[in-house]
């Protein structure tokens, strides 16, 4: 197995390894730490994996999250299947970390390619280690104490049109906002990353409305430099895993045909702000 760094930040490259197998404690451990530094590892050239290994295969890293929505094509209720052909206005097109609404946001991401259209359907990430290092000492000092709360609101108005697709309603827009630390700790590594997204997040707390909004739209602003960036592209049975704390994505919506991938998600624990010394 070799691991190759992709870009001057982040990502990795992983070949000479068939996931569908299992990986050995060993393996699982070296993948655990290119994880934990890079950020996002990709798997390139896979055979194309069923619900049940790909299962199998996140299952040696964590424990499987249940999709709290599962779209009409999902046929296992651990896997999502995302597929669209019209994809612009899925909420997926927008810079975001998965379910940060939640107390314990999904720690990582497992997304394979079992579709593809002719061209376009890249999937770009920013690296949240080298959005919070990029900032001015004074920045960090006053994000460092500050939460924000995090809700479905804006995504659910963005995505409403869409519901049909999806098979429950999830009862997501009731639920009450929860407060995460802006800047969290990885609680192995103690690298210190954003934790702020413009699918989720809608107010900081203890700011006027003004205040936070303009601080807001500073830092959704700034986790868009190509500084932070790596864009994919994919062909039909890459793997991408990703740590959802860490990384955010964006799924260009540049296309018009069939495309569609196979998502696992692995459950996590409560952010870890600054300070903090466990999710307690």
Request: overall charge negative.
């Amino acid at each position: 197995m070799q691991v190759e760094q992709v870009t001057g930040r982040f990502g990795g490259r992983v070949t000479g390894l068939d996931v569908s197998r299992p990986l050995g404690a060993d393996r699982v451990g070296q993948l655990r730490d290119a994880f934990d530094e890079l950020g996002v590892l990709f798997f390139p050239g896979q055979r194309v994996l069923t619900a049940e290994q790909q299962l199998a295969l996140a299952a040696q890293f964590g424990e499987i999250e249940t999709p709290p929505l599962l779209t009409r094509q999902s046929e296992h209720p651990q896997v999502l299947i995302v597929e669209f052909e019209q994809p612009r206005g899925s909420g997926a097109d927008i810079w975001h970390s998965d379910g940060t609404h939640t107390e314990k946001p999904p720690l990582g991401t497992f997304l394979q390619a079992h579709v593809l259209p002719d061209r376009g359907g890249d999937t770009c990430f920013s690296c949240m280690y080298s959005a919070y290092d990029a900032l001015s000492p004074a920045m960090k000092v006053m994000l460092d104490g500050l939460t924000a709360q995090h809700s479905t609101e804006m995504l659910f108005a963005r995505t409403r049109s869409r519901s049909q697709q999806y098979s429950g309603d999830g009862n997501l827009v009731s639920e009450p906002p929860v407060s995460h630390p802006i800047v969290t700790v990885h609680p192995r590594t103690g690298r210190r990353r954003l934790f702020v997204n413009s699918n989720y997040t809608v107010s900081v707390d203890g700011m006027s409305e003004a205040e936070s909004d303009y601080l807001l739209d500073f830092l959704f602003d700034h986790v868009k430099s190509p500084e932070f960036q790596l864009r994919y592209q994919w062909s039909v049975g890459d793997l991408a895993f990703w740590d959802n704390h860490a990384v955010q994505h964006y799924a260009v919506a540049d296309y018009s045909q069939r495309r569609r991938m196979q998502r696992v998600t692995l459950r996590g624990d409560t952010p870890v702000g600054v300070g903090e010394t466990d999710g307690a």
